[in-house]
């Protein structure tokens, strides 16, 4: 079976500081991952996606993802985060998406 | 110029009535899907399409029916409508069948009220 977990509901910073959003996965096989972002009252819009190769994925308006094998991890990151980031993002693999976790950034 | 659209975008019925609504995708893909937003925010995939063919049924109720008339539409008609039913949901499509390794782009969503 393959799933991903988002620990965290909600995750709050400050304008300016980096920001990480964290998942995990559960997979057999290769993992095929993804992550998605979700503005109020939108669609999923696609960030990034891990198929193979170098574990630092670069993906849409400054994002990137750092697959980890040995963690199982795939966690979003951004080293500068905006206002304009504030929304809700989904980790996913194939068509088994994460809980969401809600990013607050506070100017 | 969208890519994935759907209708309507806001449902609201009565408990008991029928009602569909409509995706279409110009992007070319093969594959389409359904799925249901929760009040909570929790996305689930319904029913995956590809071309013209249904490929993945997650335990849905009877009274939900997917259509795919071609490659370029999926239609959604739901019978005998619940409280419970109430929710978003999402149209997507991908190039491949079953998106293991595809983006899927997704529609705005209609946000469906049962009262």
């Known amino acids: 079976a393959q799933s991903v977990a988002q620990p965290e509901d909600q995750v709050n910073v400050a304008e300016g500081n980096p920001l990480t959003v964290k998942c995990t996965y559960s997979?057999?096989?290769?993992?095929?991952l993804f992550w998605y972002v979700q503005y109020p009252n939108r669609g999923l819009q696609f960030l990034l996606k891990y198929i193979t190769g170098d574990n630092l994925v670069k993906g849409s308006y400054g994002f990137e993802a750092e697959f980890n094998k040995s963690q199982t991890s795939f966690h979003l990151k951004k080293p500068s985060a905006l206002v304009s980031d504030s929304a809700l993002y989904f980790c996913a693999v194939i068509m088994r998406f994460g809980a969401g976790t809600r990013l607050t950034v506070k100017p | 110029d969208t890519a994935v659209s759907q209708t309507p975008k806001y449902l609201v019925t009565q408990m008991g009535n029928d009602k569909s609504i409509k995706c279409e995708q110009n992007l070319g893909h093969d594959t389409m899907y359904w799925y249901k937003q929760d009040s909570k925010k929790f996305l689930k995939i319904m029913f995956s399409y590809n071309n013209k063919e249904l490929i993945i049924n997650e335990t849905v109720p009877n009274r939900f029916s997917p259509k795919s008339p071609d490659k370029a539409h999926l239609n959604l008609h739901i019978n005998s409508l619940e409280l419970g039913d109430s929710a978003v949901y999402f149209c997507a499509s991908s190039q491949l069948a079953r998106g293991s390794t595809d983006t899927q782009y997704f529609g705005p969503g209609t946000r469906l009220t049962v009262l």
């Open positions: 997979v057999s096989g290769n993992p095929y």
